[in-house]
């Protein structure tokens, strides 16, 4: 369902959740997190509005562009279809990949730093490496999860045809499926995440406190 020039949307949103502020969400914003750590309602409330924030700046453009993409190829409704899709589907991406930086954050240090402490490899270079590059991959993976149930549905309805050759009602069911898992998981997502953060308290207390963990 997101072939030939409408997949060119979905992919830019990919590629602007794919970084680092996605998954550290912790990190970035130590002192805040410290403070949080043991309100769960503050955390839920906090973890919601740096979604919503990151969410303006991916979901709306993406949305546009998928618009514009359909109404140029004669295409409206499916293109219509794609940015509904695409305009909910960060709040619920960003949701779940927050979960990454309960378990893993790391402090955002220059490359300077990182020079000056390159001994302590495991640390400084090797954890930070990988989890710059692990939002490039887990994100999408997290997208293919909520999409799926309208990945199936639109199989469904395709009846063995090209997936472009689902009818009308097997677009919006499908669409409309995918905008409701994407804003439960808004919904629910946050709790699991203060959940996780209040069970690593003291871990998250210990690496959040000394920025020299790297």
Known sequence: ALQGALAFAYVLEMWMLGDTPATNILGR???RALALLRDPA????WLRAK???LWTFVGPPCAV???VIGIVRGEFMTGLAVALILLTLPLGVLSVAAWVGIWLPYHPQSLAWRW???TD???AVIRWGILVVLPYVVVPLIALLLLTPSLVIWNIAAHG???RQVGPTGLWIGTAVSVAVSLIVFALAPAVTSKLARRRLDKLSGYLGDPEHG
């Open 65 to 67: 562009v998928a618009l």
């Open 116 to 118: 000056r402490h390159r």
């Open 42 to 45: 503050a955390m839920r409330q």
């Open 161 to 163: 045809q090209p997936p």
């Open 51 to 53: 979604h919503v924030a």
């Open 29 to 31: 914003d130590r002192d």
């Open 121 to 123: 490899r495991r640390g």
